[in-house]
């Protein structure tokens, strides 16, 4: 599976941006896709995920702030991010893999798109 992530930039405290992951390749092998995040000096970490089902999850730092979506014919995943803060400055990673009933835990081979920069300034 081959990820192409787009749409990072530089906005300003409050502002919103969206970012567009494509999926190519083995796409029946993969039930979900998702993004993480990672900041500067810190561990990748999770934001998102949306599985085939439609069943979202997100880190409770994004929550009400970020909205996943997918489109499962054009195998697509958006994430719309509003009222970004500073602190959501990082580089952030489209990926795509298997997860468990619920969309809990990644299961298998995770797949990895480029990362995209989104920096938000105070």
């Known amino acids: 599976v081959q990820l192409q992530a787009s749409g990072g930039g530089l906005v300003q405290a409050g502002e919103s941006l969206r970012l567009s992951c494509a999926a190519s390749?083995?796409?029946?092998?993969?039930?979900?896709m998702g993004w993480y995040r990672q900041a500067p000096g810190k561990q990748r970490e999770f934001v998102a995920l949306?599985?085939?089902?439609?069943?979202?999850k997100y880190a409770d730092s994004v929550k009400g702030r970020f909205a996943i979506s997918r489109d499962n014919a054009k195998n697509t995943v958006d994430l719309q991010m509003n009222t970004l803060k500073p602190e959501d400055t990082a580089v952030y990673y489209c990926?795509?893999?298997?997860?468990?009933?619920?969309?809990?835990?990644?299961?298998?081979?995770?797949?990895w798109g480029q990362g995209t920069l989104v920096t938000v300034s105070s």
């Open positions: 990926n795509a893999g298997r997860v468990g009933p619920y969309g809990n835990g990644w299961l298998g081979t995770i797949y």
């Open positions: 949306i599985t085939n089902d439609g069943i979202t």
């Open positions: 390749g083995s796409i029946f092998s993969i039930n979900a």
